[in-house]
């Protein structure tokens, strides 16, 4: 279908320049009143347009806004009254002033249900008509500014909706991360506080088995009730018990088992620097390469306690898997063992130091220091 030419009325002052110009639809009406109508809004300096059908005046508000509607209840295709309900569900702020010849409180109530604002009955006086216009425009217009601050408050609440969200997400990645770094840090404090606590106690032993006593009894106290066993090397690597605690072992068989680990881990432990877990006796067995049906159902844990690049002690922790370790006790473990091969070599050097060593050759005397009043020549005096 073709689109009907509009009879279009430019205003004679551009509505750039004129802040009460407005656009209106004229519908409908016959030759001498449409004339006189087109007359009175071009005087006020608006721009209008005439259609004279429903289906020509659904054409025009599809292409173009309209701030008031002057409608003509009898029109060729159909009612005006659908083209002003059409107004007010497509474009609310858009307001409708219907003519006709003959009015009633039935017909003016229609009106308003179908969103007119304005029912003149024909003909009217021009003044009137001009001032009716000029009510209805405001309306539009204070409608028309009312739907843009809407539109305005929409736009700003939908940024901020945006910021807010991207803020939370920030908010949240920065307390996650806050709460990883407490933790971390709290982890590192414990972790220091029981290297420190460790270190104090240790510190004091000078002596190998009050050493292996303290340690093992500060280390019950991290893994709870456990079967441990600490073996230590000889001066030709060879690995005896030093010290050990029985949990559930059977007293019978005990000496034998403890026998048994000394002879297969300690030579794989020796040159091993991680702490070594095992959940299947089976697997632990096949590690050790030696039979491991002594440990069934058990959970095994051995470690080497070296100081620097020496290893001075294995130890072993071994329970029945049914009362696992916890997954923390390996960072434990890593500090006492750090600490006991540390003071286990300092008594080491202390009993080294201990032990008396007589100069073989006379000139070895030279470096004892002569105020003490000692004179040695050619050899020890009788």
Same mark, same amino acid.
């Given at each position: ?15 750039? *320049?004129?802040? #009460? ?9 016959? *030759?001498?009143?449409?004339?006189? !109508? ?15 059908? /429903?289906?020509?005046?659904?054409? =025009? ?6 701030? /008031? ?5 009898? !029109? ?18 858009? %307001? ?12 003016? &109530? ?10 003149? @009955? ?14 209805? &425009? ?35 990645? !920065?307390?996650?991360? /806050? ?13 220091? =506080? ?6 104090? /106690? ?7 088995? #009050?050493?292996?006593? @303290? @340690? ?5 106290? %991290? ?5 441990? =066993? ?61 039979? *491991? ?29 049914? %009362?696992?370790?916890?997954?923390? &006790? ?31 050759? =006379? ?20």
């Amino acid at each position: 279908m073709e689109r009907p030419e509009h009879n279009v009325i430019e205003s004679a002052t551009q509505r750039s *320049g004129n802040a #009460e110009s407005a656009r209106l639809l004229l519908v409908g009406g016959d *030759g001498t009143s449409e004339a006189d !109508l087109i007359n009175l809004l071009r005087r006020r300096r608006h721009e209008c347009t005439h259609v004279r059908r /429903l289906d020509e005046a659904r054409d =025009a508000l599809a292409e173009n806004r309209y701030d /008031l509607i002057l409608l003509n209840r009898s !029109l060729p295709d159909g009612d005006g009254l659908d083209l002003a309900a059409f107004v007010q569900k497509e474009s609310p702020a858009t %307001k409708a002033i219907v003519f006709s010849e003959t009015g009633s409180f039935k017909s003016a &109530l229609q009106a308003m249900r179908c969103g007119v604002i304005d029912c003149i @009955t024909t003909p009217v006086d021009p003044d009137e008509l001009a001032d009716r216009i000029d009510a209805a &425009l405001h309306r539009s217009r204070a409608e028309r500014r009312r739907e843009l601050n809407i539109r305005k408050l929409q736009s700003i609440c939908q940024e901020l909706n945006i910021a807010h969200t991207e803020i939370a997400e920030q908010v949240d990645s !920065l307390c996650n991360d /806050l709460a990883a770094a407490y933790q971390e840090l709290t982890e590192q404090v414990d972790e220091i =506080a029981l290297a420190t606590e460790f270190r104090t /106690l240790v510190r004091q032993e000078l002596d190998v088995e #009050e050493l292996l006593r @303290t @340690t093992l009894e500060y280390l019950l106290t %991290k893994t709870g009730p456990t079967n441990a =066993a600490v073996f230590l090397p000889d001066a030709d690597q060879h690995y005896s018990l030093g010290a050990y605690v029985n949990y559930d072992c059977p007293r019978a068989s005990v000496d034998h088992l403890l026998a048994h680990l000394c002879d297969a881990i300690c030579p794989q432990m020796s040159q091993e620097p991680e702490i070594v877990a095992f959940d299947d006796a089976r697997e632990f067995a096949e590690w050790i390469g030696a039979d *491991g049906e002594s440990l069934t159902d058990s959970q095994v844990i051995a470690l080497s306690c070296i100081h620097e690049d020496d290893c001075l002690a294995v130890l072993v922790l071994f329970r029945n898997r049914d %009362k696992p370790f916890e997954a923390t &006790l390996g960072t434990t473990l890593d500090i006492i063992r750090a600490a006991f091969a540390e003071q286990l070599a300092r008594i080491i050097h202390v009993h080294h130091r201990a032990r008396p060593q007589w100069p073989r050759d =006379a000139d070895d005397y030279d470096d004892f220091d002569d105020e003490y009043g000692f004179g040695y020549e050619g050899g020890l005096a009788a």
